[in-house]
């Protein structure tokens, strides 16, 4: 993971208008894993979020496409993020296409998240984080903002024991 995808990860922990302090994370991830575990302090005191990622294919994937993101969220929520290395416009609304080996191709309209940084997916993006993109091989993942297009493809594997130690981690 690149020094700028670990910092994008830290600043995306906490949510919009969190400026962190100088340091943006505490990474505690074992070092055989793939995804990486991150925990960064939230703006009030005691508080912090946690968050998996994983980079993106860079052979597959345009330079512009980062990676993905799984964070804590507040009221037990998980969001699911695209990370982008050229943000959008921060109220853009981008159409984001999944594609998975098995899964099939769903299109969802997002919203941006980190100043234009990262594109928050809709709730229902969380149930496929949490269920079948567990047994899925990789992920096709196309963001389309007006005559804009940034693809990428994400290796899961992992993602069921990555995912199992956010959803233990939430809310501590």
């Not at 860079?58 to 969220?73: H, Y």
């Not at 709730?123 to 079948?132: I, T």
């Amino acid at each position: 993971m690149s020094i700028l995808s670990l910092a994008l990860t830290g600043w995306l922990l906490a949510g919009p208008g969190y400026d962190p302090p100088g340091r943006p994370f505490i990474e505690i991830a074992n070092p055989s894993s793939i995804w990486k575990f991150a925990r960064t302090q939230g703006p009030k005191e005691g508080e912090s979020f946690a968050s998996i990622s994983k980079t993106a294919e860079t052979m597959q994937s345009d330079p512009e496409f980062a990676g993905l993101i799984v964070r804590c969220a507040p009221k037990g929520k998980i969001d699911v993020l695209v990370a982008l290395i050229r943000p959008f416009p921060p109220r853009s609304r981008p159409r984001v296409t999944i594609s998975s080996t098995g899964g099939g191709t769903q299109t969802f309209e997002a919203s941006m998240a980190a100043a234009g940084a990262a594109v928050l997916l809709p709730d229902e993006v969380s149930a496929f984080a949490a269920g079948k993109w567990q047994t899925t091989p990789s992920l096709s993942v196309v963001v389309k903002e007006s005559d804009s297009e940034i693809k990428g493809v994400v290796a899961l594997n992992g993602l069921r024991e990555a995912y199992n130690s956010l959803a233990a981690n939430c809310g501590q």
